[in-house]
């Protein structure tokens, strides 16, 4: 098993460009999640999902857009790059068994720069 | 709202002497805590959660519920334990909602 992968990469974008950011996880888990890790301020919600078709806000959403049209897969965009949003990107998944969440499997990020 | 504190950016330690990494969280419920490793150039990974009381890696933690606590700890540094340590709190609510602290980096000096 791959687990969760991410492209891509490395990727330098210029203020305004768009991109998509995909992550795909082959463990049949039902949650995936998208952060931006920054100096100092650790892990940071963008967005999450807890199944096909649904997405929802994190805590740091404005900027970004989801789509997770298969289980599998989940995409982040960024439709008007800006500085700001120079980070690091990781994806994870997770699944419930019971009544315990698990651990989060994470992806191996994607470093963005915004020039 | 839920709330995880590490206050040690950086923790140098010299190879061979305890470890202890603070983490505080706020949280009204009963918490799932978790302690992720980030070794260089590595993607994060779980290191233990509070709920399996197991020891990884000769780290354990224990959690204090009175105190809202969570720190990690190993008797004895290793060079290898140089990395970046995240606590986690995990709480339900429609889907598992993580918040992570700011993190740890330790260094081990040899």
């Known amino acids: 098993n791959a687990g969760v992968t991410q492209t891509p990469k490395f990727r330098v974008l210029k203020t305004g460009q768009s991109m998509t950011l995909l992550c795909a996880q082959d463990?049949?888990?039902?949650?995936m999640y998208w952060y931006r890790q920054d100096p100092g301020m650790g892990l940071r919600l963008i967005h999450y999902s807890v199944g096909e078709g649904t997405t929802a806000k994190g805590e740091v959403p404005d900027g970004y857009n989801v789509s997770r049209l298969k289980k599998q897969n989940f995409l982040l965009g960024l439709e008007s790059a800006a500085p700001s949003q120079t980070s690091v990107y990781f994806c994870?998944?997770?699944?419930?068994?019971?009544?315990?969440?698990?651990?989060?499997?994470f992806g191996p990020g994607t470093r963005l720069t915004v020039l | 709202a839920q709330r995880v504190t590490q206050p040690e950016k950086l923790l140098s330690v010299f190879k061979g002497a305890p470890v202890e990494l603070k983490c505080n969280y706020s949280y009204s419920g009963s918490p799932e805590l978790f302690w992720y490793v980030q070794y260089s150039r590595q993607r994060l990974q779980l290191l233990l959660r509070?709920?399996s009381r197991e020891s990884i890696k000769g780290f354990t933690a224990d959690l204090n519920k009175g105190e809202t606590s969570f720190h990690l700890k190993k008797p004895f540094a290793q060079e290898e334990d140089s990395a970046m340590y995240y606590c986690a709190l995990s709480s339900s609510g429609g889907y598992q909602k993580v918040t992570f602290g700011t993190g740890t980096k330790l260094q081990v000096i040899p």
């Open positions: 994870a998944s997770s699944y419930l068994s019971g009544s315990y969440y698990n651990e989060q499997f």
């Open positions: 463990m049949n888990h039902e949650y």
């Open positions: 509070h709920i």
